[in-house]
């Protein structure tokens, strides 16, 4: 089943799009996996597997609505920064974190992964695919303070060792959470 999933984000995250109108780069096309929200029962597991402390920097890299920002604000009282490409998804993380009061805790870029500094944070969480968490992963190395955890959910960063993998079931399936320590074991 679990092949299944990754087969069918893969699939869909292949697909060519309509051409542009333009010679520009469009957003989807700097996008690095689909969006694909995390069940709220994995959010939390996630940011617990992390280790997430009162006034760490959570970054979730690919934010979509928000809900790790939202999170990680509310119950583990971090300070959390989201990056996403997506200008709908940017509005709709931004108007989900008004919702909740917690402007002086949350934050979304509207940006790309990649280029994206990571100095000031804790905890890095990402839900993309294994190929973009390998297009990441010398950004991460470079930026990444000691100490400095990276939680990825269901997709490994290849050539890393992890700390620990946590299992969790949701949704009818079962999610593997790996934990990574800056600088990590290879």
């Known amino acids: ?19 542009a109108a333009s010679a520009q780069p469009s957003e989807t096309s700097k996008s690095l ?30 934010a979509g609505d928000g809900r790790v920002l ?3 604000a509310k119950k ?14 940017v509005e709709t993380a931004l108007q989900r974190i008004k919702e909740e009061g917690l402007e002086d805790r ?3 870029i509207k940006g ?15 839900y993309l695919l294994t190929s973009s968490n390998e ?18 959910h269901d997709f490994e960063v290849r050539g890393w060792n992890p700390v620990r993998v946590v299992l969790a079931q949701a949704h009818g399936r079962v999610h593997s959470i790996y934990v990574y320590k800056m600088p990590v074991s290879k």
């Open 1 to 19: 089943m679990r092949t299944l999933v990754a087969l069918s984000l893969l699939a869909s995250w292949l697909l060519p799009a309509a051409p």
């Open 33 to 62: 996996a689909p969006w694909v929200p995390t069940p709220p029962e994995i959010v939390d597991k996630l940011l617990e597997a992390g280790e997430v402390k009162a006034n760490e920097v959570v970054y979730d890299l690919g």
């Open 70 to 72: 939202i999170a990680a």
């Open 76 to 89: 583990f009282k971090a300070k959390a920064v989201g990056v996403e490409i997506s200008p709908k998804l």
């Open 106 to 108: 949350c934050t979304v």
């Open 112 to 126: 790309d992964l990649r280029e994206v500094d990571l100095s000031a944070a804790d905890v890095v969480v990402l």
């Open 135 to 152: 297009l990441l992963r010398p950004n991460l190395e470079k930026s990444l303070k000691p100490g400095a955890r990276v939680v990825s």
